[in-house]
């Protein structure tokens, strides 16, 4: 593999890194549907805001979200949007992975 090619896996890597927590998941979940501000986010996730701003800003940093300031409010949004669509591409792999389950367990 050539420096180019492990260089892009690295950066993806990065942003899969910045998706892989529950919380991250669902902030991006609840961000599908448009712009929230942070105490909107914090709320319907049920997560302190201590909390939540370290996720955010990890989020952030990797390219994932993009901010803005609105008076005293943060607002959130996805900065690429297929990203609920990869979402939705790891839900039907976990469909998947429950019939092949189910079907073992009918095999009994």
């Known amino acids: 593999m050539d420096k ?4 892009l896996y690295e950066l993806k890597a990065q942003v899969l890194q910045a998706l892989a927590h529950p919380i991250r998941l ?3 979940d609840f961000l599908a549907d448009g712009e929230q501000c942070v105490c909107d986010i914090a709320a319907h996730i049920g997560c302190g805001r201590p909390n939540l701003s370290r996720h955010l800003a990890l989020m952030l940093q990797a390219g994932v979200l993009d901010c ?3 008076g005293l409010r943060m607002l ?3 900065k690429t949007p297929c990203v609920s669509g990869f979402l939705s591409c790891v839900s039907g ?3 998947g ?3 092949e389950h189910a079907a073992v367990l009918e095999a009994l």
Not at 4 to 7: D, I, P, S, T
């Open 4 to 7: 180019n090619a492990k260089r």
């Open 26 to 28: 669902a902030v991006v």
């Open 68 to 70: 803005r300031k609105d």
């Open 76 to 78: 959130y949004r996805l």
């Open 93 to 95: 792999v976990l469909r």
């Open 97 to 99: 992975r429950a019939k």
